[in-house]
């Protein structure tokens, strides 16, 4: 089985900064894609930003020039830098990973989810 951990959130005032970090184990043999997930109260889940294998990332427009998504593929882990913190990304903040475990099969897991509250 492969499983993520989520770290790093918490109370943030606006205009601050936090960085989540989302770490990947179990029968891993590669991971594809990374990418972290948002969900505000009473409100879809919304992809927040992606990044490949080989570093390509994507970002959603609301996120775009404040959060910067990363990735140590040495320790199966993603990062998620968010600077100029609103309190529109109030949200529980999920990672999701895709991949190959062993004997060869395809996984795809979610993360249990970090909250982060932007407020004064």
């Known amino acids: 089985q492969v499983q993520l951990v989520e770290s790093g959130g918490g109370l943030v005032q606006p205009g601050g900064s936090l960085r989540l970090s989302c770490a990947a184990s179990?029968?891993?043999?590669?991971?594809?894609?990374m990418a972290w997930h948002r969900q505000a109260p009473g409100k879809q889940r919304e992809l927040v930003a992606t990044?490949?294998?080989?570093?390509?990332?994507n970002y959603a427009d609301s996120v775009k020039g404040r959060f910067t998504i990363s990735r140590d593929n040495a320790k199966n882990t993603v990062y998620l830098q968010m600077n100029s913190l609103k309190s529109e990304d109030t949200a529980v903040y999920y990672c999701n990973a895709d991949g190959t475990r062993w004997p060869n099969r395809r996984f795809e897991v979610w993360g249990q989810g970090t909250l982060v509250t932007v407020s004064s």
């Open positions: 179990g029968s891993i043999l590669s991971i594809n894609n």
């Open positions: 990044i490949t294998k080989s570093g390509s990332t």
